[in-house]
């Protein structure tokens, strides 16, 4: 059950280094100055991908949660 909960791990901290990576695209974007428009377009395109991420996230602590049960 090791392999499951590092494994879950792992996983987990993707999706935390895909939320870090959408807060940093985001904050570069504001200090840009960039028109409303524009901005919006960064936000609106970086939304799937900060949800995914978390997504990502939830799920690998599911792993470790089920790997710690099994364990």
Do not use: Q
């Amino acid at each position: 059950m090791d392999a499951l909960i590092w494994g879950g791990a792992a996983i987990s901290l993707a999706g935390l280094a895909g939320l870090v990576w959408c807060i940093l695209r985001v904050m570069r974007a504001r200090k840009a100055d960039l028109s409303d428009e524009d901005l919006r377009e960064v936000v609106r395109k970086t939304v799937p991908l900060n949800m995914g991420a978390l997504f990502l996230s939830v799920i690998g602590l599911m792993i470790v949660i089920v790997g710690i049960f099994l364990g």
